[in-house]
């Protein structure tokens, strides 16, 4: 830590804090607009857009926010989203982890094509088959469930290419201990291996969260309905729902990511560590 | 560690050998299923005529699907509306957060609460952001931003969105506030993973900050770098969400994108074949991109 400090210090040398501290107030302005907007009377959100009240919420007022619970299924769609993320993230961890070791550690036939399949598919983004995979989870019966927005996403190349990453560099004397004491692979990987690789576990739950978090355009294609629909499209229709009202949709917005900042600023650290490792491990 | 090569492959017992299958099938069973099969479904589609209703027979009609789409004015200008986006964000949103990675990594109070504040807009989902910037950037005087142009006397007041000429800038600017955040964390571990006695020489030699900024920073974070200017570039030929979201490709198709013109093809025009002709056009630039990206990093490993 203080290393860093010192070589920022040279490199930025005289660059004032005041102008850093600017520059963040400066980003956080549109949050600032969407909290004040959505804690005041839907009238006063345009009406007080053009001026330094714009971030103010005047007298604040929770209406917004009950109007909403009020309008729509707030709390279905949100426990949707856990319901979808928790699917695909937990999912994920094990599936992915366990292929990622087998690969890294194990020696069997095909583990070269297996590989090769998945450094492969690292570079097929869901943009590129997502109408096709539509009619395909259509013909599955997929339309308008759960399922269809997790299953796709549990298996993924950059997660297991992540996992093969961390356990390369994973201490062989551990799993040799394991192994002289007669445990088999899976029972080494499950009671050694996963116990001591905390990081890599929660750096993949972190990015996968932040990815499947967001997801729009699969949802969008795949729901009609708002008893599986997420988040990112429960605001989306929200805002083309008559009557418009600012304040209301602020509120939504507000509430849809709220949870999330609290989570990130608690475990702020994690967070950094987390996505730090993808962009360093290679 | 020549002894680990042989671990528990020279094992007769059953759950050495199946161990391996048990462990790689459920994700390759996942990956096959809903990528593997997709992908070559969408090339396979990109040949037919395949179109949902249709009374025409099914019929394979070679590159046919591909002379249109590229025969096209309307996918023609999303591919270069896609190139605009990339040409701007990529260099725009990686120098904000190499600049934002630096200034947090620095020593003073502000740093963690700048950090913060760089990257919250990070964890909202682009729906979410789209839907909140449509307000900030109403039309007509009483509009935030129009607002902010009359306080600075900069610009009267403009439908930014509906604008032909602004309506593009106008996503960029709202992607580059949800985006910079990860990519500046990913820098900043960069930063954090430079040895200090690189400094500590280059201070000897008599280097400033500029000339260390330039001969060891730069230089030590190229991997970190190519990595987000890949994912950005990446991330910016799969412009959709704002999209559909704030100008449904409008005004006058200066937003539409590939995504954008396929999802529409597939689903408003049910041309499945077309839609997967522009998918597998997609993906060719995505695959380009990164292999453009790998050979960056493949010279720097070769170098050290």
């Known amino acids: 830590m203080s290393s860093g400090r010192l070589r920022a210090r040279r490199l930025l040398g005289g660059l004032p804090a005041v102008v850093i501290t600017a520059a963040a107030v400066l980003w956080l302005l549109p949050i600032v607009f969407i909290l004040a907007a959505s804690l005041k009377p839907d009238s006063l959100v345009l009406a007080e857009a053009s001026g330094w009240r714009a971030l103010w919420p005047g007298r604040p007022s929770l209406q917004n926010y009950a109007d909403v619970l009020d309008r729509t299924a707030f709390g279905r769609i949100f426990l949707n989203s856990v319901i979808i993320n928790i699917g695909i993230v937990g999912g994920g961890l094990v599936v992915n982890s366990m292929a990622g070791y087998a690969l890294a550690r194990l020696r069997f036939r095909g583990r070269a094509l297996v590989l090769g399949i998945v450094l492969v598919l690292l570079v097929v983004p869901l943009e590129a088959i997502a109408v096709p995979l539509f009619y395909q989870v259509t013909v599955l019966g997929g339309r308008d469930t759960y399922w269809a927005q997790i299953l796709p996403f549990v298996a993924n190349a950059f997660s297991i290419y992540l996992f093969y990453s961390f356990f390369l560099g994973f201490p062989k004397e551990l799993e040799e201990a394991a192994r002289i004491d007669g445990a088999g692979p899976l029972r080494t990987f499950v009671e050694i291996v996963v116990p001591n690789s905390g990081p890599a576990f929660a750096s993949v739950t972190i990015v996968t969260f932040l990815l499947s978090w967001g997801l729009y355009l699969w949802p969008l294609m795949i729901t009609s309905s708002t008893h599986v629909r997420p988040l990112p499209l429960g605001i989306a229709v929200f805002r083309t729902l008559p009557p418009l009202q600012w304040g209301d949709i602020m509120a939504f917005a507000v509430m849809m990511v709220a949870p999330g900042v609290l989570l990130f600023l608690v475990l702020q650290r994690w967070f950094v560590a987390g996505i730090a490792t993808v962009g360093v491990k290679r | ?304």
């Open chain 2, 1 to 304: 560690m020549a002894a680990g090569a042989g671990r528990w492959g020279d094992r007769t017992t059953g759950s050495a050998r199946v161990a391996p299958l048990l462990m790689t099938a459920p994700a390759l069973a996942g990956l096959l299923v809903f990528v593997g099969l997709p992908f070559v479904l969408a090339i396979g589609f990109s040949f037919t005529n395949l179109r949902l209703g249709s009374p025409l027979p099914l019929e394979w009609v070679g590159l046919d699907q591909y002379a249109r789409i590229l025969g096209s004015a309307t996918f023609r200008r999303a591919l270069i509306n896609n190139a605009y986006f990339a040409a701007v964000i990529v260099p725009v949103q990686t120098c904000l957060a190499l600049a934002a990675a630096v200034a947090v990594n620095g020593d003073h109070r502000g740093r963690s609460f700048a950090r913060a504040a760089f990257f919250i807009p990070a964890l909202f989902p682009m729906a979410m952001v789209g839907v909140a910037w449509e307000l900030i950037y109403a039309p007509g005087p009483e509009g935030p931003l129009n607002a902010l142009g009359a306080a600075l006397g900069a610009w009267a007041p403009r439908d930014f969105l509906r604008d032909p000429v602004l309506a593009m800038p106008s996503l960029m600017v709202l992607s580059v506030w949800q985006g910079m955040g990860l990519q500046m964390v990913i820098l900043l571990a960069g930063l954090q993973s430079i040895p200090e006695d690189l400094y500590e020489s280059a201070r000897l030699d008599g280097a400033g900050p500029w000339s260390r900024f330039f001969h060891v920073t730069l230089p030590q974070l190229r991997n970190p770098l190519v990595f987000v200017v890949v994912v950005t570039a990446l991330l910016a030929f799969r412009l959709f969400d704002q999209v559909q979201i704030l100008t449904r490709g409008g005004p006058a198709d200066a937003t539409t994108t590939v995504m954008y013109q396929a999802v529409t093809a597939a689903f408003t025009r049910q041309q499945v074949a077309l839609a997967s002709a522009m998918s597998v056009v997609f993906f060719v630039v995505v695959v380009a991109i990164t292999a453009l990206g790998r050979r960056a990093f493949r010279q720097e490993q070769g170098v050290a």
